[in-house]
């Protein structure tokens, strides 16, 4: 019931700064969690940040202080801050999201039914 389409992805140097952007189309009168995930080649693919339908707010320890989820309502649209880069945070970025509330901390890929396709990072030294 939602469809989701990430952009804001690109080559940067580390210490850069990039803003994805995940917009919801679809039946989006409900509330609806939603979240960012990453997935490096050969790596598991790791909540990132999520905002749950009641406003909760989690962040994996690695990208607290560095990344801002956050939430236009009124465009149906999340974003994503990614600041101080690191050739770590190379992956490609999952949008995801799902009308059920989704438990923080501790979430993970099967808390969301639907998904983008992705868009990559790539952060250089």
């Known amino acids: 019931q939602l469809d989701l389409v990430e952009s804001g992805g690109g080559s940067v140097q580390a210490g850069g700064s990039l803003r994805l952007s995940c917009a919801a189309s679809g039946y989006t009168a409900s509330s609806y969690s939603m979240a960012w995930f990453r997935q490096a080649p050969g790596k598991e693919r790791e909540g990132v940040a999520a905002i749950d339908r009641d406003g909760s707010i989690d962040y994996t320890d690695s990208v607290k202080g560095r990344f801002t989820i956050s939430k236009d309502n009124s465009k149906n649209t999340l974003y994503l801050q990614m600041n101080s880069l690191k050739p770590e945070d190379t992956a490609v970025y999952y949008c995801?999201?799902?009308?059920?509330?989704?438990?923080?901390?501790?979430?993970?890929?099967?808390?969301?039914?639907?998904w983008g396709q992705g868009t990559q990072v790539t952060v250089s030294s």
């Open positions: 995801a999201a799902d009308y059920r509330r989704t438990p923080l901390p501790g979430f993970g890929p099967y808390d969301f039914g639907f």
